[in-house]
Every structure is written in C-alpha cells, then in structure tokens.
C-alpha cells in the first residue's frame, strides 16, 4: 500500500492543523495506522494511533487532550486534527501502517510496515 501525508504548514503556537493520511493504489486494507513524527537528529517518535475496524486509539502523553486520530475508512484516510499547537509540535510528521492482518496498536515505529513520505510541520512562537 502506498501512503500519502500531506496537510501539513507554518502555523503559529495556538493554532489548529489537520494532518491526512490517504492510501493510494487500492483500498486502505490496513487496520492499524500510526502518526510519528521526528526533528533532526531524533528519532522518530510515536504520536498516535487508531485500529480502523474497533476505532481504538492510542495518544503520546505529549500529545493527550490536543491531538485526535481519526479515519473515514470510506475515503480510505486517516486524520490527524492537531489542535493548540506548541512550537515543541514542530517535525516531520509520518503517517505508517502495520501489517494487513494485525489488529494490535503498537507505538513502536519498527512495528510499521508501510510508510508515507512525511509533511512538515512548523509551529512558530
């Protein structure tokens, strides 16, 4: 499966972004789909994640109360609504899928299998 983010932008401390996540070249037949999100230097770190069939998620701390995953299996997209933002939000964020046939969440990126090319996010104090 392809992965396509993209919604990412400049936007200052405060302020609201929504982040989509969309399969391309098929159906989204994977059930657990994940956002990262790395600065330089880092590694890549988990922010949230949801299972497509049940509609469990699962939050960073850092990001509990402000971020909310969703998915419109529908339009095979997954959302990532990024509300407050802070300039410490500022990365690279990735949206990555697990296998088809796992249904188990995991905040570990070496558990993804399929990766999209990463949208910018810079949030400005």
């Known amino acids: 499966v392809q992965l396509q983010a993209s919604g990412g932008g400049l936007v200052q401390a405060g302020d609201s972004l929504r982040l989509s996540c969309q399969a391309s070249?098929?159906?989204?037949?994977?059930?657990?789909v994940g956002w990262f999100r790395q600065t330089p230097g880092k590694e890549r770190e988990f922010v949230a994640a949801?299972?497509?069939?049940?509609?469990?998620?699962v939050y960073a701390e850092s990001v509990k109360g402000r971020f909310t995953i969703s998915s419109v299996n529908a339009k095979n997209t997954v959302y990532l609504q990024m509300n407050s933002l802070k300039p410490e939000d500022t990365a690279v964020y990735y949206c990555?899928?697990?296998?088809?046939?796992?249904?188990?969440?995991?905040?570990?990126?070496?558990?993804?299998?399929?990766w999209g090319q990463g949208t910018q996010v810079t949030v400005s104090s």
């Open positions: 070249g098929g159906t989204f037949g994977n059930n657990v």
């Open positions: 990555g899928a697990r296998g088809s046939r796992i249904t188990v969440i995991a905040r570990s990126p070496g558990q993804y299998s399929y």
């Open positions: 949801i299972s497509r069939n049940s509609g469990s998620t």
